[in-house]
């Protein structure tokens, strides 16, 4: 059952309770650690590269709000999203969804995954799309200050 206020928002008794910024660093690192999938060996435990280097991985994920909020204890992204603390755990917790974000933006550039990134930002992270009815029309004005 969630427990709200008087006024209907939400108290401090939805979210986790942490006991230190520490823990929470911690349960965050070892989120983003656990996306980053396993070493491909090859039949004498060796990892396998490509010609430059890259080792291979074998099923990495990639990172999702609603990932990080269950690996963090919420019920779910939006509780995350309006998680109200103290300043250093607030401050974790902005830099862990700004890692998210900076995934789901490189996705922006990714053939055939725009559609599913722009989504998520938008709705996720208050992204806004404008659109212009004609590109042919859109000035810019530029003003040189010396």
Not at 59 to 76: E, Q
């Amino acid at each position: 059952m969630v427990k709200t206020s008087s006024n209907g928002k939400k108290s401090k008794a939805d979210f986790p309770a942490f006991k230190s910024a520490k823990e929470l660093q911690s349960l965050v690192d070892k989120y983003f650690c656990s996306l980053e999938g396993e070493i491909l060996l090859d039949e004498n435990n060796v990892p396998v590269s490509d010609k430059n280097g890259l080792v291979y991985k074998v099923l990495p994920k990639p990172p999702t709000l609603t990932g990080l909020a269950l690996a963090l204890g919420f019920r779910g992204r939006l509780s995350l999203l309006k998680f109200q603390g103290n300043e250093k755990l607030e401050e974790i917790i902005e830099t862990a969804l700004s890692r998210v974000e900076e995934y789901i933006e490189g996705r922006l550039f990714d053939k055939g995954c725009t559609t599913g990134a722009k989504f998520s930002l938008e709705n996720n992270f208050n992204w806004i799309s404008q659109e212009y009815e004609d590109d042919d029309e859109l000035s810019i004005d530029i003003k040189v200050v010396d």
